[in-house]
């Protein structure tokens, strides 16, 4: 079927973002008589889901060290459990596990999720944290935790599974998705600095209204076509102006699935678990040959999953020192031949398997070799950008914290018929230049 040659309403990339803003706007529009799902078209270059969102891990939680990432989760896991059963979602739970180096700023999360109203429970002290795992895991053995923060809500959904409900959600509202279809430029109205007139596709040139950004690891591309600037002028928190900061960076995911029965990692009362992650400064030694793998801080996050076929997971992602201009996003994920796990990491992610549960123990030789992982693209201070350019495109930028963030797109579509969202107001890309930062966690993850 050819494509449309005009649209009120055109968006970029059919994941999470693209997928949720359509489907809101959908709603939106029709609920108060200014149209609906027909005035919206998605159009992908490959396939639904075919970026970030479906290889995504699919872990959804709040633990967040920021008050405003806190406050935007909040939101996002009640659209999660809105619609549980059509994105596949399984609120089993999360849980934050760390040493002391981390007891303080976790425990000022638990009291500001109390103040949000978001359930958790915090245990303090060593004996109590070994007592509390204990209790459900009997094999629980991760060493120097002092702190954990439990979180009776989140927990994960299917990445494709997720994203094919979000399209049909969509496309049940009247939205057109279509696919095959690689936006190539725009078409300004009057100059580089005026709306865009319309999207330039391999397929043939779309007018629009409105255009909305849900690209993922794409939106350095998008952004250069909008001749967006590619470095920027921070003020920081000394009060100083930082001229010339890099405006994208990508960082290499780490992810991986040890094949095994889902079923190995229940609980001791037969339940499925929270989702698990563990920041521990405890030396991690190697359950192959016993070998000191780091003395430094480490990470990791687990959980049983059987869309996965195992318990799948990860660790820390890494920056790449490539020139972003020259960073190859395409192909994307398992299929690219630069950016995928290797056994570097399913030795250190095994091992501290191993660390934290002796069921783990020598199960290494059963990490599934099959390519995975990807990279992201991540802002100056690796937190999203939601905001509105050029005078009629909004851009998600998600700093690869997207797929947890699915109910973005119902405030994006707020914004977008005249509702200015008060929580997505620390994430205008006018922070960086008035100092409005986000607190830094001192989270080995660049996401905490």
């Known amino acids: 079927m050819a494509i449309p040659d005009g649209v009120k309403y055109l968006v970029i990339g059919a994941g999470v973002h693209g997928l949720s803003s359509a489907y809101h706007l959908a709603k939106t529009l029709k609920a108060t008589g200014r149209g609906g799902g027909s005035d919206i078209l998605i159009v992908d270059k490959k396939a639904v889901g075919a970026g970030a969102s479906g290889i995504a891990c699919g872990v959804v939680r709040n633990n967040y060290y920021q008050p405003a990432m806190r406050e935007l989760m909040a939101h996002s896991v009640s659209v999660w459990e809105r619609h549980q059963e059509a994105l596949s979602y399984h609120s089993v739970g999360y849980m934050q596990i760390s040493p002391e180096f981390m007891h303080e700023q976790i425990g000022s999360i638990y009291e500001q999720e109390k103040a949000i109203g978001y359930p958790s429970d915090f245990i303090e002290g060593k004996h109590d944290c070994d007592l509390y795992m204990r209790e459900m895991f009997d094999d629980w053995r991760a060493e120097n935790i002092t702190s954990i923060l439990h979180e009776k809500k989140g927990g994960y959904a299917n990445n494709m599974e997720s994203m094919r409900g979000l399209a049909r959600m969509a496309e049940a509202e009247g939205v057109r998705i279509e696919t095959g279809v690689k936006v190539v430029g725009f078409e300004r109205a009057n100059g580089s600095s005026s709306a865009v007139h319309a999207v330039i596709t391999d397929k043939g040139k779309i007018k629009c209204d409105q255009v909305i950004i849900g690209a993922g690891p794409w939106v350095k591309q998008i952004w250069d076509m909008l001749q967006l600037p590619d470095s920027i002028s921070i003020k920081g928190r000394d009060g100083k102006m930082h001229d010339g900061r890099q405006m994208w ?181 006018s922070r960086y230049a008035e100092g409005k930062l986000h607190p830094a966690s001192n989270s080995p993850f660049p996401w905490s």
């Open 249 to 429: 960076t990508f960082w290499s995911l780490q992810e991986g699935t040890l094949g095994v029965d889902p079923g190995l990692q229940k609980t001791n009362d037969g339940r499925m678990p929270p989702v698990i992650h563990v920041d521990t400064d405890a030396p991690l030694i190697s359950d192959v040959d016993g070998s000191v793998i780091t003395d430094k801080l480490w990470g990791i996050y687990y959980k049983p999953d059987f869309h996965f076929g195992g318990v799948q997971g990860g660790a820390m992602p890494y920056p790449i020192q490539t020139a972003p201009d020259e960073v190859a996003v395409d192909p994307y994920g398992p299929e690219s031949p630069d950016f995928i796990v290797g056994q570097e990491f399913a030795h250190m992610w095994c091992s501290a398997l191993s660390h934290c549960q002796s069921r783990f123990e020598g199960q290494y030789p059963k990490f599934k070799t099959e390519p995975s992982g990807g990279i992201g693209c991540f802002t100056p201070d690796n937190f999203p950008i939601f905001d509105h350019f050029c005078e009629n495109v909004t851009i998600i930028a998600d700093s690869n914290h997207g797929y947890k963030m699915v109910g973005v797109g119902e405030l994006i579509a707020q914004e977008l018929t005249g509702e200015r969202s008060a929580l997505l107001e620390p994430f205008r890309f």
